[in-house]
T-cell receptor, first 116, second 114 residues
Framework: GAVVSQHPSWVICKSGTSVKIECRSLDFQATTMFWYRQFPKQSLMLMATSNEGSKATYEQGVEKDKFLINHASLTLSTLTVTSAHPEDSSFYIC????????????FGDGTRLSIL | AQSVTQLGSHVSVSEGALVLLRCNYS??????LFWYVQYPNQGLQLLLK??????LVKGINGFEAEFKKSETSFHLTKPSAHMSDAAEYFC????????????FGSGTRLSIRP
């Protein structure tokens, strides 16, 4: 079946560094991908909608300069957390929508980001 | 505005007992509805979905849910709980099958007692 791969699954880095998370659709093309953030014991909050070949659409309250999204191909979207700080530590999950089929979004396994 | 409400942040049942996780939605039009399961440090796995047609939807792992428009509900049930069912469950909705962003409920943690 369709699979969405997220990499890395876990990353620890120092405060002030930038971290890039990749989201790939492995066997389908995804015009649209979504990035979510999940704090411990909480639900998923949509951060932004990533659109292939155009600018991402950010949800209210999400800093676009802080969370850079690039969707350069139909199978890859990246989220870069710039100048990360401890408060950015969270679980980030992406999902992708199959452009051709009308199936629900497929979710990646998430990335655990810890900023020291 | 569209919203999803899950009643009960934590539900605990005995192994073999009925599982009932509640979900209500508010939307100006009937949305597409989903139930997802999340195991620790993992992404989301789709349990089942309702789009159109039959209101009783069967999913994986013996779960099912019934769409009740009059009650704006989409409760998740399983006749007999298994230890492996312990996880976080999210109800979600979108106005279209996958073109629109998904709105998630706050989640319900299901614990299974031996």
């Amino acid at each position: 079946g369709a699979v969405v791969s997220q990499h890395p699954s876990w990353v620890i880095c120092k405060s002030g560094t930038s971290v890039k998370i990749e989201c790939r659709s492995l066997d389908f093309q995804a015009t649209t991908m979504f990035w979510y953030r999940q704090f411990p014991k909480q639900s998923l909050m949509l951060m932004a909608t990533s659109n292939e070949g155009s600018k991402a659409t950010y949800e209210q309250g999400v800093e676009k300069d802080k969370f850079l999204i690039n969707h350069a191909s139909l199978t890859l979207s990246t989220l870069t957390v710039t100048s990360a700080h401890p408060e950015d530590s969270s679980f980030y999950i992406c999902s992708a929508r199959d452009t051709v089929s009308n199936q629900p979004q497929h979710f990646g396994d998430g990335t655990r980001l810890s900023i020291l | 505005a569209q919203s999803v409400t899950q009643l009960g942040s934590h539900v605990s049942v005995s192994e073999g007992a009925l599982v009932l996780l509640r979900c209500n939605y508010s939307s100006s039009v009937p949305p597409y509805l989903f139930w997802y399961v999340q195991y620790p440090n993992q992404g989301l796995q789709l349990l089942l979905k309702y789009t159109t047609g039959a209101t009783l939807v069967k999913g994986i792992n013996g779960f099912e849910a019934e769409f009740k428009k009059s009650e704006t509900s989409f409760h998740l049930t399983k006749p007999s709980a298994h230890m492996s069912d312990a996880a976080e469950y999210f109800c979600a909705a979108t106005l279209y099958s996958s073109a629109s962003k998904i709105i998630f409920g706050s989640g319900t943690r299901l614990s299974i007692r031996p």
